[in-house]
């Protein structure tokens, strides 16, 4: 591994991690001890539910701590047993530790306003007001303690296992790579995105064939988690009536339907700004129209060679310094300086890449595989942008750090603009390798405003016929086709679709997060009008923004940003402007290509 994890613990299941998880354990069965005599929240037992809450949120601490370390290694060697054995115990001693947020469900159902208020009033309450309201919230909605408790104990070995299953499958998944030159290689799966980005649309189109030549070997298996993962979710939903699946999708990214359907609104009405983007690319590859494979395809530019790991860091530490200083030394001193990255491609990594946090070391981790590419820079300046939230949230309560990933995401892709524009404003940046960022930051935006839109309406459609029994493979298949062709509509050229892309999509398996989609394009186009104010008002918008980062848990998502920068995101005004902001470098690419050809 490339990442140095000692901060965590010294040796893999050495003496300190032992002790270290045996006391966690034992402080767990002793929580939900003292949790499960008391009474409900009452003016008498206020004191007893304060400790509750006070224990529990120490042991949040230290779980996040060891949860991090062992997704860290699993992640990286997904074929070791002994990671696999670990990230199945964690989920055996969340579950335990879910018992006794089970028990302060049952302290706040019934509690009296009036006490549940002055309960939340309390000094060693202070700050926890949006987990203490969330909590209420959630109570209302929840089934009895005993049914409570059954669930979380079945999705051990039943929502969480088909999850787990997927990721060891996807992580020992290889395809048939056939290059365009004639070489033949077999690749793990971790690697077919970089592929899929290359400028060659042979080699796309061979990484996209192969790969789904792999999914289709395992295709019942991923139709089966699939199915099981949404049925468990709407059996779930049903005995905790909740009415519409959505509600809960809604509640974990605290934000309400009104915000949701504004940002929708406003992306329908404006989808010929990211069609256009495309139709860009189709005419640079001298096409009518797009495939699927071709979605993150650069334009065809002079080929600068591959990037190394080394010019990577050098280009995100420059752009990072020249646009946002602070983030430029975050980056240097931290990320890099203390070895935070995981980078290296190798066989036996699961795909993607994230951003892991210790709320206990108040240290980040991330997790990505570096294939040479100016894709995989953007990558390492989003997760950086992850990374410097939780700096930001470093010495804030965990009770006021569990902020919704509709705003984790906007810290993520500000970093990425933070970069491009930080390459932009570089006086020494020649024609070509802008139009190469401002390839990259519009092909962002065709991604961010359909591709994951694809995501979302397929999603909800399936949703909607998994209520009435499992998918089969040719329905989840034939529903992928039809929603691509909804959403891209013409610019996507007849037998061009993914019908895998159910399968190979990692987000669609995670089960800790309903709906891991809609947040991507929310925290994109936030973070577009962010970074607008950011270039209109300088270094006056940066205090705004970082105690907007602070404040990310402490509120509703509408609240947040109205109180910190002074947005509302209800109306669809604000998502329009952020979609018609990619006008402007959509503007300025399409005036530079005709001098790049000129030249060449």
């Given at each position: 591994?490339?990442?140095?994890?000692?901060?965590?613990?010294?040796?893999?299941?050495?003496?300190?991690?032992?002790?270290?998880?045996?006391?966690?354990?034992?402080?767990?069965?002793?929580?939900?001890?003292?949790?499960?005599?008391?009474?409900?929240?009452?003016?008498?037992?206020?004191?007893?539910?304060?400790?509750?809450?006070?224990?529990?949120?120490?042991?949040?601490?230290?779980?996040?701590?060891?949860?991090?370390?062992?997704?860290?290694?699993?992640?990286?060697?997904?074929?070791?047993?002994?990671?696999?054995?670990?990230?199945?115990?964690?989920?055996?001693?969340?579950?335990?530790l879910a018992k006794v947020r089970i028990e302060l469900l049952r302290?706040?159902?019934?509690?009296?306003?009036?006490?549940?208020?002055?309960?939340?009033?309390?000094?060693?309450?202070?700050?926890?007001?949006?987990?203490?309201?969330?909590?209420?919230?959630?109570?209302?909605?929840?089934?009895?303690?005993?049914?409570?408790?059954?669930?979380?104990?079945?999705?051990?070995?039943?929502?969480?296992?088909?999850?787990?299953?997927?990721?060891?499958?996807?992580?020992?998944?290889?395809?048939?790579?056939?290059?365009?030159?004639?070489?033949?290689?077999?690749?793990?799966?971790?690697?077919?995105?970089?592929?899929?980005?290359?400028?060659?649309?042979?080699?796309?189109?061979?990484?996209?064939?192969?790969?789904?030549?792999?999914?289709?070997?395992?295709?019942?298996?991923?139709?089966?988690?699939?199915?099981?993962?949404?049925?468990?979710?709407?059996?779930?939903?049903?005995?905790?009536?909740?009415?519409?699946?959505?509600?809960?999708?809604?509640?974990?990214?605290?934000?309400?339907?009104?915000?949701?359907?504004?940002?929708?609104?406003?992306?329908?009405?404006?989808?010929?700004?990211?069609?256009?983007?495309?139709?860009?690319?189709?005419?640079?590859?001298?096409?009518?129209?797009?495939?699927?494979?071709?979605?993150?395809?650069?334009?065809?530019?002079?080929?600068?060679?591959?990037?190394?790991?080394?010019?990577?860091q050098a280009t995100v530490a420059q752009s990072f310094s020249r646009?946002?200083?602070?983030?430029?030394?975050?980056?240097?001193?931290?990320?890099?300086?203390?070895?935070?990255?995981?980078?290296?491609?190798?066989?036996?990594?699961?795909?993607?890449?994230?951003?892991?946090?210790?709320?206990?070391?108040?240290?980040?981790?991330?997790?990505?595989?570096?294939?040479?590419?100016?894709?995989?820079?953007?990558?390492?300046?989003?997760?950086?942008?992850?990374?410097?939230?939780?700096?930001?949230?470093?010495?804030?309560?965990?009770?006021?750090?569990?902020?919704?990933?509709?705003?984790?995401?906007?810290?993520?892709?500000?970093?990425?603009?933070?970069?491009?524009?930080?390459?932009?404003?570089?006086?020494t940046v020649s024609d070509s390798d802008k139009a190469r960022i401002?390839?990259?930051?519009?092909?962002?935006?065709?991604?961010?405003?359909?591709?994951?839109?694809?995501?979302?309406?397929?999603?909800?459609?399936?949703?909607?016929?998994?209520?009435?029994?499992?998918?089969?493979?040719?329905?989840?298949?034939?529903?992928?086709?039809?929603?691509?062709?909804?959403?891209?509509?013409?610019?996507?050229?007849?037998?061009?679709?993914?019908?895998?892309?159910?399968?190979?999509?990692?987000?669609?398996?995670?089960?800790?997060?309903?709906?891991?989609?809609?947040?991507?394009?929310?925290?994109?186009?936030?973070?577009?009008?962010?970074?607008?104010?950011?270039?209109?008002?300088?270094?006056?918008?940066?205090?705004?923004?970082?105690?907007?980062?602070?404040?990310?848990?402490?509120?509703?998502?509408?609240?947040?940003?109205?109180?910190?920068?002074?947005?509302?995101?209800?109306?669809?005004?604000?998502?329009?402007?952020?979609?018609?902001?990619?006008?402007?470098?959509?503007?300025?690419?399409?005036?530079?290509?005709?001098?790049?050809?000129?030249?060449?």
């Amino acid at each position: 591994m490339t990442w140095d994890l000692t901060s965590y613990f010294a040796q893999f299941n050495g003496a300190e991690m032992v002790q270290f998880k045996t006391a966690i354990r034992a402080d767990v069965a002793a929580l939900q001890q003292s949790a499960a005599v008391l009474p409900t929240l009452t003016a008498q037992s206020a004191n007893g539910w304060e400790d509750i809450l006070l224990r529990n949120e120490d042991l949040s601490r230290r779980m996040s701590h060891l949860g991090s370390y062992i997704g860290c290694l699993a992640s990286s060697d997904a074929r070791n047993e002994a990671y696999q054995k670990e990230e199945a115990e964690l989920s055996r001693t969340r579950a335990e530790l879910a018992k006794v947020r089970i028990e302060l469900l049952r302290a706040c159902k019934s509690a009296d306003d009036k006490i549940f208020a002055a309960f939340c009033a309390r000094p060693a309450l202070a700050g926890a007001h949006n987990y203490l309201n969330r909590l209420r919230e959630e109570a209302r909605r929840a089934m009895t303690s005993e049914k409570e408790i059954l669930a979380t104990d079945l999705g051990i070995d039943g929502i969480q296992a088909w999850g787990r299953l997927y990721d060891t499958v996807s992580a020992k998944l290889e395809f048939a790579m056939d290059y365009p030159d004639g070489k033949r290689a077999r690749l793990p799966m971790s690697q077919r995105r970089s592929l899929m980005d290359d400028p060659d649309r042979r080699v796309r189109q061979a990484a996209f064939e192969g790969g789904n030549a792999a999914w289709q070997s395992v295709e019942d298996t991923a139709a089966a988690a699939l199915n099981a993962i949404a049925g468990t979710r709407l059996t779930l939903n049903r005995h905790r009536s909740v009415d519409h699946f959505l509600d809960i999708a809604l509640f974990q990214a605290a934000i309400g339907r009104k915000t949701l359907d504004a940002m929708f609104e406003a992306l329908m009405a404006n989808l010929e700004i990211p069609r256009r983007i495309l139709q860009l690319k189709a005419k640079s590859m001298a096409r009518q129209q797009v495939a699927w494979f071709d979605l993150g395809a650069p334009l065809d530019l002079p080929d600068h060679g591959k990037l190394s790991w080394d010019k990577a860091q050098a280009t995100v530490a420059q752009s990072f310094s020249r646009a946002y200083p602070a983030l430029g030394r975050f980056f240097t001193e931290q990320v890099i300086g203390k070895n935070w990255v995981d980078w290296e491609p190798r066989s036996g990594k699961r795909p993607g890449g994230f951003c892991t946090s210790s709320m206990l070391s108040k240290e980040s981790r991330i997790f990505m595989t570096y294939n040479e590419s100016l894709g995989d820079v953007l990558t390492l300046a989003h997760e950086s942008g992850h990374a410097y939230h939780g700096a930001m949230m470093r010495d804030i309560r965990p009770y006021a750090r569990a902020y919704p990933m509709t705003l984790a995401e906007t810290a993520s892709t500000f970093g990425e603009n933070v970069l491009m524009n930080g390459i932009l404003d570089d006086p020494t940046v020649s024609d070509s390798d802008k139009a190469r960022i401002l390839d990259i930051e519009v092909g962002h935006g065709a991604v961010y405003l359909l591709d994951i839109p694809v995501r979302y309406e397929f999603e909800k459609s399936f949703y909607e016929e998994r209520a009435n029994g499992p998918l089969s493979v040719s329905r989840l298949k034939e529903l992928m086709v039809q929603t691509q062709r909804q959403v891209l509509g013409d610019v996507l050229e007849t037998g061009g679709e993914d019908p895998y892309f159910w399968a190979s999509k990692l987000h669609f398996y995670i089960t800790g997060i309903t709906f891991y989609n809609f947040p991507y394009t929310f925290g994109y186009l936030l973070s577009r009008g962010l970074y607008a104010m950011f270039k209109n008002q300088g270094d006056r918008f940066l205090p705004k923004y970082e105690e907007f980062l602070r404040r990310a848990g402490s509120d509703t998502a509408e609240n947040v940003v109205r109180q910190t920068v002074g947005r509302d995101i209800e109306k669809t005004e604000f998502w329009s402007e952020a979609i018609h902001s990619l006008e402007e470098p959509l503007s300025q690419l399409q005036a530079l290509l005709p001098k790049l050809t000129m030249q060449n």
